[in-house]
């Protein structure tokens, strides 16, 4: 049977697709745009004829019907890192939580300690060859793909085909819907004079050559804006974005100085504008791979001068970084940030950069603080942080006693808190 007769005799409605399903499925959906609309709505519209239906993702964009405290007990999301769409199941815990590294996340699936029944993605439409790419998350997903009883696509025209190691057979598909729908854009976040502040501190520090993982956020975001005028940056990244897009535009990143897949940009997820997906097309200068191999410390870390960029919410003056909730409520995940922080700390000549802005809620609290707020999940530990930038300077830790750290945190916090940071410091013999 050729490749295209196989696409026909699996090609079916949404309706027909969620057949495949049995109660108890833990299924498996890529990171962010990745997730697949048609197949996800229909979900939510039959949810209440299933019992114990799991849909695990990392970063969910949609809030979709089964976001529903009422009909948990019939489908419920289980979150692998918290977003606007699934937070505040994941603060009254109505939604499930499962924290890992992202990097380890396909060993998880591969090993049996994570479920994967069920497959539901996005797709780019078919080659002459029978191939897709989940160009928009080979994350976690690909991984599930070899685990999974069944594997359902939503086809649609608008998802880039891209190159690299996210490509399904059609023979591995079980069965497939067609869209037609644009792919969800996200935006850049909003940039302020605070943001604008650290993200001079840290495009100082970023020499030309430089290969770079830049997170999500104000932030990192108003690093990248800052090193248009660099000179043959490279990309090894988890996330690619509009950010990153306007650095290769501006002529900044070339790839041609990394030393290990000079010539690429790498990526595992896109989130971004319809010009992104545009870009990520059959471009040969871009590849998206799983999560296992853009995110693994020892793999990232053969970039020299591999600098990352991440962003967290507190910090006490050891440098242990709670950037995934605020005290024992969630907020996010661990996400990419300590596969980083360690790749960087790895390479010759890398730099990690935790950056945050000094006070939250109108200057009323430091976000550096003597201990991290009671409950607060760490995601960066104290023996891995380096530089930590606010809009007062910048903190160089690694190497730095605990007294050396805390006077080096006080130093960037925000002039109204230094007082009382030191005072607390004293109270718990760190100064």
């Known amino acids: 049977m ?215 956020g104000g932030i990192p975001d108003a690093v990248v804006m800052q090193l248009t005028s660099k000179h043959d940056l490279g990309i090894h990244t988890e996330m690619i974005g509009d950010g990153i897009l306007t650095l290769i535009e501006s002529g900044a990143v070339t790839n041609r100085k990394k030393n290990y897949l000079p010539g690429k940009t790498i990526a595992t997820f896109a989130l971004g504008s319809q010009k992104l997906y545009r870009y990520m097309d059959r471009n040969p200068g871009l590849e998206m791979h799983p999560v296992d191999f853009t995110n693994d410390p020892y793999l990232a870390a053969q970039n020299d001068n591999l600098v990352t960029i991440n962003a967290t919410l507190q910090i006490d003056l050891l440098g242990q970084c709670g950037s995934e909730s605020l005290g024992h409520l969630p907020y996010s995940g661990t996400g990419g940030q300590s596969d980083f922080v360690r790749a960087a700390n790895r390479s010759r000549g890398g730099k990690s950069f935790i950056v945050l802005p000094s006070t939250a809620k109108d200057d009323s609290i430091s976000r550096i603080v003597p201990v991290l707020s009671p409950g607060t999940h760490v995601s960066t530990s104290k023996n891995d942080i380096n530089y930590v930038v606010s809009e007062f300077g910048v903190a160089q830790l690694r190497g730095k006693s605990a007294k050396q750290r805390a006077a080096e945190l006080i130093a960037i916090a925000h002039p109204d808190f230094r007082a009382e940071l030191s005072l607390a410091a004293k109270q718990i013999n760190l100064i």
């Open 2 to 216: 050729s490749v295209q007769d196989l696409y026909k005799s699996k090609c079916c409605s949404s309706a027909d697709a969620l057949a495949h399903l049995q109660d108890g499925d833990f299924i498996i959906v890529p990171t962010g745009v990745g997730e697949p609309p048609s197949l996800l709505t229909e979900l939510s519209e039959q949810r209440r004829r299933f019992r114990d239906i799991k849909v695990g993702q990392i970063l969910a964009v949609r809030k979709y019907g089964y976001f529903d405290p009422e009909t948990t007990e019939h489908v419920r999301h289980v979150a692998f890192f918290f977003g606007a769409a699934s937070r505040a199941g994941g603060i009254a815990g109505w939604t499930d939580f499962i924290p890992s590294y992202f990097s380890e996340m396909p060993s998880l699936i591969d090993r049996g300690q994570m479920a994967a029944d069920v497959v539901m993605a996005m797709a780019s439409p078919m080659d002459r060859h029978g191939y897709f790419s989940i160009s928009l998350g080979a994350d976690y997903t690909m991984a599930a793909i070899k685990k999974a009883r069944a594997v359902v696509l939503e086809v649609n025209p608008n998802v880039p085909y891209a190159l690299g190691n996210c490509h399904v057979h059609i023979s591995q598909v079980t069965a497939l819907v067609e869209s037609q729908e644009a792919i969800t854009e996200v935006g850049l976040p909003k940039i302020g004079p605070v943001q604008e502040a650290i993200g001079k501190y840290v495009a100082d520090m970023i020499d030309d050559g430089s290969t770079l993982q830049i997170g999500y």
